[in-house]
């Protein structure tokens, strides 16, 4: 398939393997930050194909991993009130707050839908106005430009009955609280293509110089991932923390200036907790106030929100790249895809469940 | 408007995911449907025709053995390109006797219609019904029909069941997979799954595609004809695609499966949906394809017969069963590396970014 086959071609593929074997002769430690990079590392084996000279550490960028539990809670009492319809993307549904998750709301008369865009839940609203519809909107920079214009739509048409429940984190303060951390090990990112996309890389530049670090805007084929690893041993190497852009084919410096004043006009930048990690100052999007009339938490009266309680789950020190999946003394035994203890197990672009699915022993 | 809520139950905060409840992932065909069966079923009902666990149960008769299968259809939309709901029913009960080596005999129908359903509808899946009956060369011999309150059904469940009749020699059973024996694939994947999700309300994308939806008996007759003992195991990989298939023959067998990625046909339609939609082929549902594992020395005979029938012309073979990590599907992959392909876990989301 055009586009595709290209970048999982196993001739290119092995002429980088040989450039990173060639080059790693010291140990480097990268994070790649996006959830759907890990599933590509895993699904095809790359770190297997690697140098024991470099170790590959999970990032923070999965969007339902990171999402609080106490929005999760919020979610679930919403779906539970009668004349809500809660919707929101496939993974959401499955993450467990602190009693249930949202399937089994559903699964007990609950009216929860999901959607595969948050324009399936402008057309749920105009379909039946004595319906309330709230759209649990979670996600990066990726997804935040088509909420910012659906909720656009939704002030230009005047709807009363829809409203959003907003979960979105930025992934620039989530790499400076990475390399923050008293026990940060990671030594070079591989940044996530996508939101490189629409955000461009500009604010890359600014975290790569203050840390001295490579950053490589990467891709998500096989191809992408050890062609952003052998550019960032190079940088490594020479000792540059600049940003180099792998994923040249979908970015620019400047990104999608459009989506980014979409995001801009209708959400501010805010303080947010991150599940697993904490509060991480400025990371965060929250309604302008123009358009708190479309924010659920205050269209509706929600349950005040519980903290998260120490179980043997390590979601916050994997998610940091602190530590891996199969450290954990829950994984693949009390924690498992059919009873999670943290969120990682649940998403498909978590990393306990990419280890669950494609590193377990054979 | 502000509305208060009714607290939530919040007294451990530790997340937790309770179980009592039967999910859409029980019936998915993953691990849930596998946990629903041998915790609830198979202890209620243990039998030693049940408990291979194959497509359909062997009915020794002393002069014939019979296979006797049933399944449920409950298709969203009921009209796709390619099939409908009433196609799907014939074809699946038929498969399921074929997947056993047996020709078709007769079916049964049993519908639960929902109250308001026009009656053109049901005259068109009926239709439907005869004419694969027909392609499929059996006869639907008994029936039933029930009607639920409006709102207590979704249009037309149909239930299928069937019998048909196993040739001597044929000896196919999951665990009959052995250690060297070669796996064949009859086409190429995934097709009827992206097709159905292509229609599928709230995520409509246009495409030509159309569902391979197609009765398996005669494929399997030719191949029975061609080589009858080679044949180990058959398994149509419906719900939980291929991966779920050879992950149930490996635990079955307690033999290693490996495939090869690069030699697993996925159309380029398909593969663009997949690709877009965050879903891996490997665990999409198909209908009218099949896999077999067969005996090394007739592999080739077998592989050649499949691609001169019309169900079979891509056929190819993508594996082996090996004695190394047993009880587990190794895959290939396409640059070369190896992974583990592990039973699908609740259903296949389309990914958030």
Same mark, same amino acid.
């Given at each position: 398939m055009k586009y595709v086959d290209e970048f999982r071609g196993t001739d290119l593929a092995q002429g980088l393997v040989d450039r990173i074997r060639r080059a790693a002769t010291r140990p480097l430690t990268l994070m790649e930050v996006c959830g759907g990079q890990t599933h590509t590392i895993l699904k095809y084996g790359i770190q297997a194909l690697l140098p024991e000279t470099i170790e590959l550490l999970h990032g923070p960028g999965c969007p339902v991993c990171v999402t609080p539990v106490a929005l999760i809670d919020h979610a679930v009492a919403l779906a539970r009130e009668p004349g809500v319809c809660l919707t929101s993307f496939g993974d959401m549904l499955r993450v467990p707050g602190s009693a249930t998750d949202l399937l089994h709301v559903k699964a $007990? !008369?609950?009216d929860v839908r999901m959607v595969y865009s948050p324009?399936? +839940?402008?057309?749920? @609203? =105009?379909?039946?106005?004595?319906?309330?519809? %709230?759209?649990?909107?979670?996600?990066?920079? =990726?997804?935040a430009p088509s909420i910012a214009a659906v909720i656009e739509r939704a002030a230009a048409l005047g709807l009363g009955n829809i409203s959003f429940l907003t979960a979105h984190v930025l992934v620039p303060p989530a790499l400076g609280a990475v390399l923050d951390a008293a026990d940060n090990r990671v030594q070079a990112f591989l940044a996530p293509g996508h939101v490189c996309t629409v955000m461009g890389y500009r604010q890359y530049e600014a975290l790569a110089s203050r840390y001295r670090v490579p950053i490589?805007? =990467?891709?998500?084929e096989?191809?992408?991932? &050890?062609?952003? #690893? @052998? *550019?960032?041993?190079?940088?490594?190497?020479?000792? $540059?923390?600049?940003?180099?852009n792998q994923y040249s084919r979908s970015v620019s410096r400047d990104g999608n200036v459009a989506a980014q004043r979409a995001v801009d006009r209708v959400f501010e930048v805010c303080d947010r907790e991150w599940r697993g990690i904490g509060m991480i100052p400025m990371s965060g999007l929250a309604l302008r106030p123009a358009y708190h009339a479309f924010? +659920?938490? $205050? $269209?509706?009266? &929600?349950?005040?929100?519980?903290?998260?309680t120490k179980n043997d789950c390590i979601a916050g020190e994997v998610l940091r790249g602190v530590r891996k999946p199969h450290d954990c003394a829950a994984f693949g035994a009390r924690c498992t895809p059919e009873r999670p203890q943290g969120a990682p197990m649940v998403s498909a672009e978590g990393v306990c469940a990419a280890y669950f699915q494609y590193r377990r022993t054979a | 408007m502000s509305r208060p809520l009714s607290p939530t139950v919040a007294a451990c905060p530790v997340p937790s995911t309770p179980t009592a409840t039967v999910l859409l992932a029980h019936g998915g065909g993953g691990r849930l449907t596998h946990k629903l069966v041998d915790e609830l079923f198979l202890p209620a009902f243990a039998n030693p025709l049940l408990t291979p666990l194959h497509?359909?149960?062997?009915?020794?008769?002393?002069?014939?053995r019979l296979a006797f299968s049933t399944d449920s259809f409950v298709v969203k939309p009921l009209f796709f390109? !390619?099939?409908? #709901?009433?196609? &799907?029913? %014939?074809?699946?009960?038929? *498969?399921?006797? @074929?997947?056993c080596g047996a020709r078709p005999l007769a079916l049964s129908a049993g519908y639960i219609l929902e109250e308001g359903l026009g009656l053109e509808t049901l005259t068109r899946v009926v239709a439907s019904m005869a004419a694969a009956a027909r392609r499929a060369g059996v006869a639907i011999v008994t029936g039933d029909t029930k009607v639920v309150d409006r709102g207590k059904g979704d249009q037309i469940f149909i239930n299928t069941a069937g019998v048909g009749l196993i040739p001597p020699q044929v000896e196919i059973a999951p665990r009959r997979a052995t250690v060297g024996d070669v796996i &064949?694939?009859?086409?190429? #994947?995934a097709r009827h799954g992206v097709t159905i999700l292509s229609q599928r309300e709230g995520l409509a994308f246009e495409t030509t595609l159309e569902s391979d939806a197609a009765p398996l008996a005669d494929l399997v007759a030719t191949l029975v004809a061609t080589e009858p003992s080679a044949l180990h195991v058959l398994r149509d990989p419906t719900r939980g695609g291929v991966a779920t298939a050879l992950c149930e023959i490996a635990a079955a067998a307690q033999v290693g499966v490996q495939i090869d990625e690069r030699a697993v046909v996925v159309r380029d339609p398909v593969r663009g949906a997949c690709e877009m939609l965050g879903l891996d082929p490997l665990y999409v549902a198909n209908e009218g394809k099949l896999l077999a594992v067969v005996a090394r020395d007739a592999a080739d005979r077998l592989l050649e017969a499949m691609r001169k029938h019309p169900d079979g012309a891509e056929a190819a073979r993508i594996g082996e069963i090996v004695a190394e990590h047993r009880g587990k599907v190794v895959m290939n992959s396409q640059i070369g590396a190896r992974r583990v392909v592990e039973m699908m876990s609740g259903e296949q989301l389309p990914r958030i970014c």
């Open positions: $007990r !008369g609950g324009l399936d +839940a402008l057309r749920l @609203a =105009t379909e039946d106005p004595k319906r309330q519809v %709230v759209f649990f909107a979670v996600g990066f920079e =990726t997804t490589v805007v =990467t891709g998500f096989p191809v992408d991932l &050890l062609q952003g #690893i @052998a *550019n960032g041993v190079d940088l490594f190497n020479a000792g $540059r923390g600049v940003v180099d924010d +659920a938490g $205050r $269209r509706f009266a &929600l349950p005040p929100g519980v903290t998260e | 497509d359909g149960a062997v009915l020794d008769l002393g002069s014939a390109p !390619g099939g409908d #709901i009433g196609s &799907l029913a %014939v074809y699946g009960t038929v *498969n399921d006797l @074929a997947m &064949l694939l009859s086409g190429d #994947i």
